[in-house]
């Protein structure tokens, strides 16, 4: 094989383009494939924290008789794979929609985060062996910090079908 003959650059340069192009394309596929699955739960985390923050500073009084008259919770709580957890000012828990709290070093580092950014964030926690993304809204009503909404969601299938696409696209790629 003559490797200085223009038919064996050309043919090298074309596979080359070929084989560079096509390992790009499976990777912005990837990407935009596991961005297109958060941004669908982080849109579901931010438009049902929005609403608790709404009820929650809606009215005149503290956090505690908001909550004790109203049972906003049990609609959210009632969907599946959903965690709502509302927290007062000092960090303690004031409402949760399961029946165990979850980890109180957990819960410590996120509150310290939601006072430290005092603007809603996003986390991925694992709670328990299960991969939990968390959106954390700081409850601020006329410049006073309230408590923090925690709206939290397994991201276990969106992991687990992530890297099916990757070993398919693998294989894909390879063959």
């Known amino acids: 094989m003559n490797f200085k003959s223009i038919k064996f650059r050309l043919t090298f340069w074309y596979v080359s383009a070929f084989v560079i192009f096509s390992a790009l394309l499976v990777v912005g ?5 596991k961005y297109v699955l958060y ?15 709404e009820v929650l500073t809606r009215q005149e009084c503290c956090l505690y008789q908001e909550i004790a008259r109203q049972s906003f919770l049990q609609e959210f709580s009632g969907i599946p ?3 709502v957890l509302v927290l007062d000012k000092d960090g303690n828990t004031i409402s949760s929609s399961i029946s165990s ?21 996003f986390l991925v926690e694992t709670v328990g062996g299960s991969s939990l993304r968390f959106r954390v809204t700081p409850v601020i009503k006329d ?12 991201i276990e299938i969106i992991q ?16």
């Not at 596929?29 to 494939?33: A, K």
């Not at 979850?102 to 964030?121: G, M, R, V």
């Open 29 to 33: 596929f990837f990407f935009l494939t």
């Open 39 to 53: 941004n669908h739960t982080d849109n579901e985390l931010t438009s049902h924290s929005v609403k608790i923050v």
């Open 81 to 83: 794979g959903m965690l």
């Open 101 to 121: 709290n979850l980890p109180e070093n957990i819960t410590n580092e996120i509150y310290q985060k939601a006072i430290s950014t005092k603007q809603p964030i």
């Open 143 to 154: 410049d006073a910090f309230l408590g923090v909404v925690l709206m939290a969601h397994s």
């Open 160 to 175: 687990k079908s992530l890297q099916s696409l990757i070993v398919t696209l693998g294989i894909i790629y390879v063959v």
